[in-house]
């Protein structure tokens, strides 16, 4: 199996998953292998060189602090926001980090180097770490790819997912696929993908981790609807998610229908305004689209039979059924706005909400495949263009309109029978040629569209 749901649904840190979370991965990574190789008494001095959009909006992402905190050997799936704080106020006073914990370097983010206009060939977001001795020969160097939603490649790798064999086998790696299995086995899409998962892990250890990953999405929300002030950096963005809390409880104790858009776009914007301030948060698929399926897995928990009747079983089928969809995304096309603008981001996320919702509505597997395509037709094009490298504007209010987008996908579908003239695999394809066709400005370097008209440097 290729693509687990669980590498979709990841626990880690805002404010962005190919930016942020990737780049403590690598450095993760590459720590691991100084000591795997017995390297690491060895090293004297550690280089670090940033490439493409990695160098381009680094600073607004939180690249460089992620990078020396991986240097150390935290990771996103566990560093709490509190030791995060703590570490980097200790590495900008002493000007020093401790290298996997014990060897005690020199370095800060100042001495990382940028090449924002050279791009590495396989992904924008490339990063090359160095690792050199006391005499200043190489003890040992790698180049990894940061390539959306959290997922890092070293170079080798990279070459073999382009020239290669497809890692691994999902059963399925089309839509069509996935309807051929559906109708083959009689069952939904959330059945096939939980067949897949269960390859590797049983089906208790499956709905346990998908019902944490529920719970993590609502402490999310649910810290961002308690926070108040303004969001980090220079925009001066006020968090609005507690303040609209505060009327909607009011006007809204029983959760009326009425009001189900309002919920779910505070929901939305309270996950990423979480995930602007660098909190913990899932990516799904990645962090700049992380409050889509929180918010649409919260309308299908409070606003649908299903939901309301066993929240446990749906989350579990909604997050599965999103998985199959995302899978499709990564696999086919991509899910990094660096590559393909933020119609892989956002317009990813809505197509997986929007398909699981559909399920969860009651929709058969041609119905979920129609809502997914749906979504993603109407994203198409969607440029990545973060005012001051920061994830904020549009990001934040994107999100909330990518989930009632997915809403209204999910519902257009169950009104048809699964017919339709455009597939999902089409659309997919679509995406990722636009992607490929789209100017270098407007695909996560804050060079082009409203990065520009707004003229906010990044912080």
Same mark, same amino acid.
């Given at each position: 199996?290729?693509?687990?749901?669980?590498?979709? $649904? +990841?626990? %880690?840190? /805002?404010?962005?998953?190919?930016?942020?979370?990737?780049?403590? !991965?690598?450095? @993760?990574?590459? =720590?691991?292998?100084?000591?795997?190789?017995?390297?690491?008494?060895?090293?004297?001095?550690?280089?670090?060189?940033?490439?493409?959009?990695?160098?381009?909006?680094?600073?607004?992402?939180?690249?460089?602090?992620?990078?020396?905190?991986?240097?150390?050997?935290?990771?996103?799936?566990?560093?709490?926001?509190?030791?995060?704080?703590?570490?980097?106020?200790?590495?900008?006073?002493?000007?020093?980090?401790?290298?996997?914990?014990?060897?005690?370097?020199?370095?800060?983010?100042?001495?990382?180097?940028?090449?924002?206009?050279?791009?590495?060939?396989?992904?924008?977001?490339?990063?090359?770490?160095?690792?050199?001795?006391?005499?200043?020969?190489?003890?040992?160097?790698?180049?990894? $790819? +940061?390539? %959306?939603? /959290?997922?890092?490649?070293?170079?080798?790798?990279?070459?073999? !997912?382009?020239? @290669?064999?497809? =890692?691994?086998?999902?059963?399925?790696?089309?839509?069509?696929?996935?309807?051929?299995?559906?109708?083959?086995?009689?069952?939904?899409?959330?059945?096939?993908?939980?067949?897949?998962?269960?390859?590797?892990?049983?089906?208790?250890?499956?709905?346990?981790?998908?019902?944490?990953?529920?719970?993590?999405?609502?402490?999310?929300?649910?810290?961002?609807?308690?926070?108040?002030?303004?969001?980090?950096?220079?925009?001066?963005?006020?968090?609005?998610?507690?303040?609209?809390?505060?009327?909607?409880?009011?006007?809204?104790?029983?959760?009326?229908?009425?009001?189900?858009?309002?919920?779910?776009?505070?929901?939305?914007?309270?996950?990423?305004?979480?995930?602007?301030?660098?909190?913990?948060?899932?990516?799904?698929?990645?962090?700049?689209?992380?409050?889509?399926?929180?918010?649409?897995?919260?309308?299908?928990?409070?606003?649908?039979?299903?939901?309301?009747?066993?929240?446990?079983?749906?989350?579990?089928?909604?997050?599965?059924?999103?998985?199959?969809?995302?899978?499709?995304?990564?696999?086919?096309?991509?899910?990094?706005?660096?590559?393909?603008?933020?119609?892989?981001?956002?317009?990813?996320?809505?197509?997986?909400?929007?398909?699981?919702?559909?399920?969860?509505?009651?929709?058969?597997?041609?119905?979920?495949?129609?809502?997914?395509?749906?979504?993603?037709?109407?994203?198409?094009?969607?440029?990545?263009?973060?005012?001051?490298?920061?994830?904020?504007?549009?990001?934040?209010?994107?999100?909330?309109?990518?989930?009632?987008?997915?809403?209204?996908?999910?519902?257009?579908?169950?009104?048809?029978?699964?017919?339709?003239?455009?597939?999902?695999?089409?659309?997919?394809?679509?995406?990722?040629?636009?992607?490929?066709?789209?100017?270098?400005?407007?695909?996560?370097?804050?060079?082009?569209?409203?990065?520009?008209?707004?003229?906010?440097?990044?912080?």
């Amino acid at each position: 199996m290729a693509i687990s749901v669980f590498d979709l $649904f +990841s626990v %880690g840190i /805002g404010p962005s998953s190919s930016h942020t979370v990737g780049p403590m !991965r690598a450095a @993760g990574r590459f =720590v691991d292998e100084l000591v795997a190789r017995g390297l690491l008494d060895e090293v004297a001095d550690v280089r670090v060189d940033l490439f493409g959009s990695l160098a381009a909006t680094g600073a607004g992402h939180g690249t460089m602090p992620a990078i020396l905190l991986g240097l150390e050997g935290y990771r996103p799936e566990t560093i709490e926001t509190d030791d995060m704080e703590r570490r980097l106020a200790a590495i900008r006073v002493e000007g020093k980090i401790q290298l996997a914990g014990r060897i005690l370097l020199a370095l800060t983010e100042s001495d990382m180097v940028l090449h924002p206009l050279t791009q590495r060939g396989h992904h924008p977001n490339a990063m090359t770490v160095t690792a050199v001795a006391a005499g200043g020969e190489e003890v040992y160097h790698e180049t990894y $790819f +940061s390539i %959306g939603g /959290g997922f890092v490649v070293t170079e080798a790798e990279a070459t073999h !997912r382009e020239t @290669g064999e497809p =890692v691994g086998d999902s059963g399925f790696r089309s839509a069509a696929d996935l309807l051929a299995v559906t109708e083959r086995d009689r069952i939904a899409v959330s059945q096939a993908m939980m067949r897949l998962e269960c390859a590797t892990r049983t089906e208790t250890e499956v709905r346990e981790r998908l019902l944490h990953i529920r719970d993590v999405m609502v402490a999310c929300q649910t810290k961002g609807m308690s926070r108040d002030g303004y969001l980090p950096g220079n925009l001066r963005v006020r968090r609005r998610a507690h303040d609209w809390f505060v009327r909607l409880a009011a006007e809204d104790p029983q959760r009326d229908p009425a009001f189900a858009e309002d919920w779910v776009n505070l929901v939305a914007l309270a996950v990423n305004e979480e995930n602007a301030s660098g909190g913990r948060i899932v990516t799904a698929p990645t962090n700049g689209a992380a409050g889509i399926i929180p918010a649409v897995l919260y309308y299908a928990l409070h606003y649908t039979r299903a939901g309301l009747t066993d929240p446990d079983a749906a989350t579990i089928r909604f997050l599965l059924t999103a998985g199959a969809i995302g899978s499709l995304y990564k696999e086919r096309a991509s899910i990094s706005g660096a590559e393909v603008g933020c119609q892989g981001e956002v317009g990813s996320a809505a197509s997986m909400a929007a398909g699981a919702l559909a399920e969860i509505l009651g929709g058969t597997p041609q119905q979920v495949e129609n809502a997914a395509e749906i979504a993603m037709e109407h994203s198409l094009g969607l440029t990545c263009d973060p005012i001051g490298g920061l994830v904020q504007i549009p990001c934040i209010e994107r999100n909330a309109i990518s989930a009632g987008k997915a809403i209204n996908a999910a519902r257009m579908a169950l009104r048809g029978d699964g017919t339709h003239r455009v597939s999902l695999d089409e659309v997919i394809d679509t995406m990722w040629a636009t992607g490929m066709d789209m100017s270098a400005k407007y695909k996560e370097t804050s060079t082009g569209g409203l990065a520009v008209a707004v003229n906010v440097v990044e912080c």
